[in-house]
């Protein structure tokens, strides 16, 4: 945790979906806050509201109870452009996040027309090519590529410096590896990584994957059926889980010792959700806890 105020916070959230006996609480008192210069992973299987986080984040969602803060207050109607600014989403999918019929070139030269008008015709030719440097991109080879030309992890970067154009200082990733081939993913954790550090950014890195939570992520929170069950940092949460369902996220990966060893990374859902029925974990046994408070709810 960092005693840096936070730049972007939920507090006590709470969003509900549907009526009456369908109707699902995706999150519950959910608190989380990012920091400047640090990683904070959100884990946790399939359906336990992790996107659900983000989109309220992303102010896609308005919350049925808690509040959103930005630079510790609520995001006012004058303050959204900023917002929308500071706040940027890199996406699971690189093959639908980019638009078939445009070049990487227009890709990046949207943004920075929208948010950075007054740059002149070579200057954001400058910052395209500076922009695809700092992804680890030829600027000369990648720019006047289409979509379809680029693997998947290239894809990726580009989504990546789409998302730098506008000099964010929030990036939420929504499992932004588990579409990529897996010879590929450790370099774009490792680029989420030095942004990190070389910006300032703070990034929200959401994951099934405790394996790569653990490689990127200085704060770890983990999610079941929409409440927070454990969280603080990475190190002590994963080296002494005190929930039973942290314990069985982490059960999955093949290897600890090897997290990223011989690709046999623990990121299929199935195989968690398996798991968790195999323990069979009730759902009735996670009840709210409060934000900063978090118990054993479940039996070991
Ligand atoms: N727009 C929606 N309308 C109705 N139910 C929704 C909606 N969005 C999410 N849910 C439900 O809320 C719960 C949490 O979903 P969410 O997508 O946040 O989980 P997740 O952890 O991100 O899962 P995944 O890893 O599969 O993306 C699920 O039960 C889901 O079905």
């Known amino acids: 945790m960092s005693a840096e105020p936070a730049i972007l916070a939920l507090e006590a959230v709470s969003k509900g979906f549907g009526r009456g006996d369908t109707r699902v609480t995706a999150a519950r008192s959910l608190s989380l806050a990012l920091h400047r210069g640090r ?78 008008p007054a740059l002149g015709g070579k200057e954001r030719q400058a910052a395209i090519a500076e922009l695809l440097t700092r992804v680890r991109l030829d600027p000369v080879a990648i720019a006047p590529k289409y979509p379809h030309e680029l693997s998947g992890g290239q894809r990726q970067r580009i989504s990546i410096a789409r998302a730098l154009a506008v000099n964010p200082e929030v990036i939420i990733a929504d499992e932004p590896t588990s579409m990529l081939d897996v010879s590929v993913r450790l370099g774009i954790l490792n680029l989420l990584n030095d942004m990190k550090a070389e910006l300032g950014l703070a990034l929200l890195y959401i994951t099934h ?74 759902q009735t046994e996670i009840r709210t806890v409060s934000p900063t408070h978090f118990v054993r709810l479940m039996p070991d």
């Open 39 to 116: 990683t904070l992973a959100l884990v946790g299987e399939s359906g336990s509201g992790k996107t659900t986080a983000a989109r309220l984040l992303m102010r896609e969602y308005a919350p049925d109870e808690g509040r959103l803060l930005f630079r510790g207050a609520p995001v006012e109607a004058g303050g959204l452009k900023a917002y929308r600014r500071a706040v940027q989403m890199v996406f699971q999918d690189p093959f639908s996040s980019l638009n078939p019929v445009h070049t990487v070139r227009y890709h990046l030269e949207r943004p920075l027309r929208l948010h950075q």
């Open 209 to 282: 994957d405790i394996a790569t939570a653990r490689y990127v992520a200085e704060d770890i929170m983990v999610m079941y059926s929409g409440q927070v069950v454990e969280w603080g940092a990475t190190e002590s949460v994963l080296g002494s889980p005190k929930h039973a369902y942290t314990r069985l996220l982490l059960s999955a990966v093949p290897d600890p010792d090897r997290p990223f060893g011989d690709g046999r990374i623990a990121d299929e859902p199935g195989q968690i959700d398996s798991i968790r029925q195999r323990a069979a974990l009730p």
